[in-house]
């Protein structure tokens, strides 16, 4: 840097050197011819009394600016063309000055001038020079080190000019930056300790950013969207437009991470340029959050839904049922005489009476079918998407075969026999309590007439 400095000044002193001498010839060269002229002009008359028959006309001039030029160029006499009886004549004159001692005064001056002020110039800059390199050496100290060099600063401070305004400046930006870097530093080790998982991820999903957490996921592709499940990609997907927008601050949901027995709490925030993702590990707080809801749901004998969650899913069936114009049967169950193997064989028998029936009935449903416990011996059932009644029969008929093995208990062999009522809708109602009514109904007809299996009719 310094090499090329001085190259480079030297350069233009050397330019500026020589177009300030070329100027000052011109001018000086100018002046002279001038001074030669007005020189002549003042001799003019001693000169022509040397010639009395001197006639001047236009055509021959007296004296040029080019001759004056050419003979001072020459340090010769200059000629002045005279006219006599008819001839031109040519006198020579010497001017008293030289045109070569007249041209080195101002060329002599100028240059010691230049050279006076490219020695003070050059002392200066040097010094700035030399400022400047230590405010280079002073940010370089930072940016390789991180360091603040406070000698090389106390250098700069020699002045109170601009590099020492700038240098403060910049050591300014430099303590706050490590401020910044301090804490950002204690920020991402709090982040690396965390259980939970930081993500930076683009507009396209692509993580950009991480902490240590998300190394324990198997790395199986670049994209966020890869390790979520399609219905929460859905989910996001069409929620990502609000979030965008700031109508909603957040998007939470949870998911597997296609990791087994495993559950993860999933906050997506926007910022300008990228998502922000927190992952929380919730599984046991997220089975035992399932466990108490399938418990609230759920009978706690035989496992099947309670009347809370039949009754909901009756609900749903119905608007399904109205919506495709379909058919579907409620079925209700008492266990006869069940109140008998209480007294004889004790609660545990009963119990398993109980567990056994519902298994055996739910092994003659399909997936989209209900069976339900609402307590004692009374179960209830949904068969749906029923194209016509008589499926109806083909299902009761084999819930009657599967019911006729016995139950065995402590060597004693128990007999399920069970009454069935049926209504259908729409034809015996179109809401909840009417279709569980009438199943009731029938299926007490059948109890009172010895009956296994029932549909409501309202003619009897």
């Not at 109170?160 to 301090?182: F, P």
């Not at 997907?237 to 559950?263: G, R």
Request: with cysteine.
């Amino acid at each position: 840097m310094k090499n090329s400095f001085n190259q480079e000044m030297r350069r233009r002193f050397v330019l500026i050197y020589i177009a300030t001498i070329s100027i000052i010839i011109i001018i000086a060269t100018l002046q002279y011819i001038n001074l030669v002229e007005n020189e002549i002009n003042f001799q003019k008359k001693e000169i022509l009394k040397k010639t009395p028959y001197f006639i001047q006309t236009n055509d021959v001039k007296f004296v040029s600016k080019t001759d004056i030029l050419s003979a001072s160029l020459l340090e010769k006499s200059i000629p002045l063309r005279i006219i006599k009886q008819g001839k031109v004549h040519i006198l020579f004159y010497t001017p008293k000055d030289n045109y070569y001692r007249f041209l080195i005064r101002p060329i002599v001056a100028i240059s010691c001038i230049i050279l006076f002020i490219y020695f003070v110039l050059n002392r200066v800059l040097k010094k700035w020079l030399f400022r400047l390199r230590e405010f280079k050496k002073f940010l370089y100290s930072y940016l390789e080190n991180s360091i603040i060099d406070e000698r090389l600063f106390m250098r700069i401070k020699q002045s109170d000019d601009e590099i020492y305004k700038l240098s403060v400046d910049a050591k300014k930006l430099m303590d706050d930056s490590l401020k910044i870097s301090k804490k950002q530093k204690n920020f991402i080790k709090i982040l690396e300790e965390l259980n939970e998982v930081v993500l930076v991820i683009s507009n396209e999903f692509d993580v950009l950013e991480y902490n240590k957490p998300w190394l324990e996921f198997e790395q199986k592709s670049s994209n966020f969207l890869d390790y979520l499940n399609e219905a929460n990609i859905e989910k996001l997907e069409i929620a990502l437009s609000d979030l965008q927008n700031s109508k909603i601050p957040n998007i939470i949901f949870v998911d597997t991470l296609h990791k087994e027995e495993s559950y993860f709490e999933i906050k997506i925030i926007h910022t300008k340029s990228a998502f922000g993702v927190i992952i929380r590990d919730v599984s046991s707080i997220y089975k035992k959050h399932q466990e108490t809801k399938h418990m609230a749901l759920h009978d706690s004998l035989t496992n099947l839904p309670n009347r809370m969650l039949f009754l909901d899913r009756l609900s749903t069936e119905i608007k399904k049922s109205k919506r495709e114009d379909r058919i579907f049967a409620v079925l209700f169950f008492d266990l006869d005489k069940f109140k008998e193997v209480n007294d004889k064989y004790g609660h545990e028998a009963g119990d398993l009476v109980l567990v056994e029936f519902s298994k055996r009935v739910s092994g003659h449903l399909r997936a989209s079918d209900t069976l339900a416990r609402l307590g004692g011996d009374e179960f209830v059932g949904i068969i749906s998407d029923i194209t016509h009644i008589s499926e109806i029969d083909l299902v009761v008929e084999k819930i009657h075969t599967t019911l006729e093995q016995a139950v065995v208990y402590n060597n004693h062999s128990i007999y399920i026999n069970t009454s069935i009522g049926v209504s259908i809708y729409p034809d015996n109602g179109v809401n909840v309590d009417v279709l569980m009514l009438k199943a009731d109904n029938a299926m007490y007809r059948c109890k009172k007439n010895s009956e296994k299996y029932c549909k409501y009719n309202e003619e009897l």
